[in-house]
């Protein structure tokens, strides 16, 4: 299933779309340093588009253009993913600016 996605900025996107794996705490009596460890997908089909950006007027040789509101993102859930988290952020563009085939 397609979904379009709009979030208020990437880092709303990343805390919804990703989790982090591999994180150590410090731990100073061991000697061990903390580590962030790394960003694994939710999801395995994300297409980030990031802003928008629509024509206000301008020329054709000299556009103006305006961003609109919000970080947007494509994901194409498959069967055995949960894609319920994904329906808070829902839209339904009247002409999407990337679409799955």
Request: hydrophobic share 40%.
């Amino acid at each position: 299933m397609n979904m379009n996605l709009k979030f208020t900025d990437e880092a709303a996107a990343k805390a919804v779309l990703y989790r982090t794996e591999g994180a150590v705490e410090a731990d100073a009596e061991q000697g061990i340093e903390a580590q962030e460890g790394y960003e694994v997908a939710n999801f395995r089909n994300i297409d980030t588009i990031g802003v928008i950006y629509e024509r206000t007027g301008g020329t054709d040789e000299e556009p103006v253009m305006s961003a609109l509101d919000g970080w947007h993102v494509n994901v194409f859930v498959l069967p055995d993913e949960d894609g319920s988290v994904l329906q808070a952020y829902q839209v339904f563009p009247a002409t999407p600016v990337r679409t799955w085939a």
